[in-house]
């Protein structure tokens, strides 16, 4: 018979090996040796077969720990499709073909693009929005502990200051989606911070001492309250939360053995996404604000003079990132955007 | 050691010693074309294809490395590898969310998570052994979670005490949990070295790391005397990223170099059943080098040079090995059994989670 598979047979558990040829009969493989003695006879069911991959040699496991190995990988096919199996070798021809191979390349790029710039984002949002409210005071008194240890100390604003700031707050929080009794305005001296304002899941709104000698016009301020008021309506502080946990994950999941290369070819890219996500939900913020800015009769551009003064007394010089790290966008850019009358926030 | 103790005496006239060496057969471009059509089968369906990914391209590189004129097979089922990953995702996630939340819910976490990794590493190197195989003998791993335990969570205490400097003795001793529980045919593989050469490693990268503070010293002494090169030093030193990031660079060099030297140590020290010696040639720097320009080339080209990269780099780790066997390594594997206990793959752990060694 010219259709035997010629390769070695192994002895059951063992690493001893006899030259053997392998024939298809009667819905089963028969082993014989080179003078024809039968080693081994059983179906092809109960074996398990490797996969075709490259060159490497083809594996036919017997359930006693015996295993019958050739080189001859067309053969090996060949006697499979005889026993009537379809698809033998389906992605190793895949593999084989530098058709399909383009055709791969290109598919990865943009499916890896769709799901970076809109799939994680959009499961980020959906968790966000899924994620009981209680766990939002949790998070804000942990996040605020934190910052009171590190970096905040007691206000040094005069109380009609504060008076004066908690009116204006107050008629940017009646526009909020919760009720005005949902936010609440704090004070804080931070001179490691500068000027600056945040936001706390649950409603709070940190202002830093800084940022008040820089207010020049009311609809400034309220600018800044309302992007603050607008990364808690959105969830923003979840959403980000969830994204930065994804990112390693798809990451992993995606490159799996990436690791021999090293970790920084994963953390580097999960770097800069993160920095591009939060630009975007910064830019969100800002539309926001200029339209509940809009609303309350002032004028975006006001928020936009302030941004730029903040900038000017935080960065002196050089020292502030290059766009492309930064977890805000260049202040230039939402300067002009919110001059321009941004794009109406797109509200879900 | 009990092994050589143990061994018979050499016979009085010693036969030549055989030097067999390890083989790369794999090439990038054949690689090139395995790993893109496996990666966009991952994307389209959703990660889930990520697991028979991993079991081709283990079976890949197992499969094109060669010793003695046979190749190495992974048997590993991908479904298996699948439920790992399920697995090990929700555990990132949970890990991840947890480090947000306030102590009383991250300390639990964080010491529930030190009692996994010991388990979680026992079982993932029993699973890739029993997955192993070279000549239709499966490989073994028989650390338990307690040796794991001690060798990766308790070893943290003299740690801490020396404050640090007992670090590489923990490094030592978890180079040895992994190889010296490790059998092939039920014979172990054993390695032992001193501890000052450990610290020699150590001590290198170190002045490695030392001699590239004072090289950018210098650089600021003798260049800083033209203004736009001090303007320049400035931006860049102003810059926290941009310094962080070159810090993190010369970190992750000193940290590849130690990697690759303690490896090269524990392989050079290493013998099968007492008799079969290991010798690696490498050089460490030259690793060290095919690991940054090969992370270079992976993040210029947005990763379509990996496969290149990686094939080069294995090419280099297996080809530069050897086994010197004192007697016929030949009869040696063919009188190898896999004990009865490796058949049953059942027991085999759930997980597949590389720790990289």
């Known amino acids: 018979m010219n259709d035997s598979l010629p390769g070695r047979y192994f002895l059951p558990g063992s690493a001893r090996f006899v030259p053997a040829r392998a024939e298809f009969r009667q819905g089963g493989l028969r082993i014989s040796d080179p003078s024809d003695a039968v080693l081994a006879e059983a179906p092809l069911a109960q074996m398990q077969i490797s996969a075709r991959l490259g060159n490497m040699p083809r594996r036919f496991s017997l359930t006693d720990g015996a295993c019958f190995e050739t080189d001859d990988n067309d053969a090996a096919d060949a006697l499979l499709k005889q026993s009537g199996r379809a698809r033998v070798g389906a992605i190793h021809r895949i593999e084989q073909s530098w058709r399909w191979v383009a055709a791969s390349v290109l598919l990865a790029g943009a499916v890896a693009y769709v799901f970076v710039v809109f799939g994680i984002p959009a499961i980020a949002l959906w968790l966000a929005r899924e994620t009981p409210q209680s766990v939002n005071p949790v998070i804000a008194a942990q996040e605020l502990a934190v910052l009171d240890r590190a970096l905040l100390a007691p206000t040094k604003l005069s109380a009609a200051d504060q008076a004066k700031a908690q009116m204006l707050f107050a008629e940017v929080a009646a526009r909020g989606q919760r009720a005005a009794t949902g936010y609440r305005l704090l004070f804080r001296s931070a001179p490691g911070l500068g000027p600056n304002a945040l936001a706390l899941p649950d409603g709070t709104v940190v202002m830093t001492d800084a940022l008040w000698p820089l207010v020049k016009a009311d609809d400034e301020i309220q600018g800044v309250f309302a992007h603050e008021i607008a990364h808690v309506d959105r969830a923003h502080t979840l959403q980000s939360l969830y994204q930065a946990a994804l990112v390693p994950a798809a990451i992993a999941i995606v490159t799996g053995d990436l690791s021999q290369i090293s970790q920084v070819a994963t953390v580097l890219p999960g770097v800069l996404l993160q920095a591009a996500y939060s630009r975007n939900l910064e830019q969100q913020a800002d539309d926001d604000a200029a339209v509940t800015v809009k609303g309350l009769g002032g004028d975006p551009g006001h928020l936009a003079d302030l941004l730029q003064r903040m900038e000017a007394r935080i960065c002196r010089g050089s020292s502030c990132p290059p766009s492309w790290l930064g977890t805000h966008p260049e202040t230039s850019a939402r300067a002009q955007r919110l001059r321009a009358g941004a794009p109406t926030s797109s509200t879900r | ?357």
């Open chain 2, 1 to 357: 050691m009990n092994d050589v103790l143990t061994a018979p005496f050499a016979p009085e006239i010693a036969p030549a010693p055989v030097a067999y060496r390890f083989q790369f057969r794999g090439t990038g471009r054949e690689f090139f074309r395995i790993w893109i059509v496996n990666f966009a089968l991952t994307l389209i369906t959703v990660g889930i294809y990520s697991a028979w990914a991993k079991v081709r391209t283990r079976r890949y590189f197992y499969g094109n490395t060669a010793l003695a004129g046979h190749t190495f097979d992974y048997h590993a089922s991908p479904k298996r590898i699948l439920m790992g990953r399920v697995i090990a995702l929700l555990l990132l996630v949970g890990y991840t969310v947890a480090s947000k939340l306030p102590l009383y819910v991250w300390i639990p976490t964080f010491l529930l998570f030190v009692g996994v990794v010991p388990w979680l590493i026992v079982s993932s190197a029993r699973f890739n052994a029993r997955n192993t195989s070279y000549r239709n003998v499966r490989f073994e791993f028989v650390g338990d979670y307690l040796h794991a335990l001690g060798a990766y969570v308790g070893i943290f205490v003299p740690v801490v005490l020396t404050l640090g400097f007992a670090w590489p003795m923990a490094h030592r001793e978890r180079q040895y949990f992994y190889i010296n529980n490790h059998k092939y045919g039920g014979k172990r593989f054993a390695t032992e070295f001193s501890g000052s050469s450990i610290y020699a490693v150590y001590f290198e990268a170190l002045l490695f790391l030392v001699a590239c503070g004072l090289g950018l010293s210098l650089l600021v002494v003798f260049l800083g005397l033209s203004d736009t090169t001090r303007s320049l030093l400035t931006k860049i030193s102003a810059n926290r990223s941009i310094a962080g990031v070159t810090f993190l660079f010369a970190w992750m060099i000193a940290y590849t170099f130690i990697r690759a030297d303690v490896f090269l140590l524990s392989i050079n020290n290493m013998v099968l059943n007492g008799r079969f010696k290991f010798i690696a040639v490498h050089s460490p720097w030259k690793i060290v080098w095919l690991w940054a320009s090969n992370l270079l080339l992976v993040l210029l080209t947005a990763g379509l040079l990996y496969p290149w990269a990686r094939v080069r780099m294995t090419r280099y780790m297996v080809e530069n090995v050897t086994i010197l066997a004192d007697s016929d390594f030949e009869s040696f594997t063919s009188e190898v059994f896999a004990p009865q206990s490796a058949v049953g793959e059942e027991i085999a752990g759930f997980f597949d989670f590389d720790i990289g060694l």
